[in-house]
């Protein structure tokens, strides 16, 4: 059976069944789960730029990218599409889906993600 022993140290040793991470470990691998959350949460944001810039040209319209595209970022846009009907031929929803995403969503995500992490590494360094 291996053990894990956390410890406030900056040493990082491994003998054959005791692993010791130090708490400087820890706070790198929680920088770099939050960077990569952070770089899909972008990636969705360029996913819904795609879509829409695509409904622009036809031919990419059809394309199976894009309607791969549409199978990811069509549920979130669809929630506002209920409520904010398009002046026109303008479909206005994709820029309040995009700005509600951008300050609202993605901050809250990232805040809530945080904690976790936060409170995992609280239970393995005292």
Known sequence: M??????????????????IISATTIAFITAYILQFAEWLLNAYIILIVLYV???????????RLIGWVAQIVEPYLGLFRRFIP?????????VVAVLVYQFIL????????????FWISRLFIQ
Do not use: K, N, Q
């Open 86 to 94: 398009p002046l026109g031929m303008i479909d206005f929803s994709p």
């Open 53 to 63: 810039l695509s409904s622009w040209i036809p031919p990419l319209y059809e394309s």
């Open 106 to 117: 993605a901050p809250a995500l990232l805040i809530g993600l945080r904690t976790v992490l």
């Open 2 to 19: 291996m053990h894990v022993v956390f410890f406030p140290s900056e040493l990082c040793y491994t003998g054959s069944e005791v692993i």
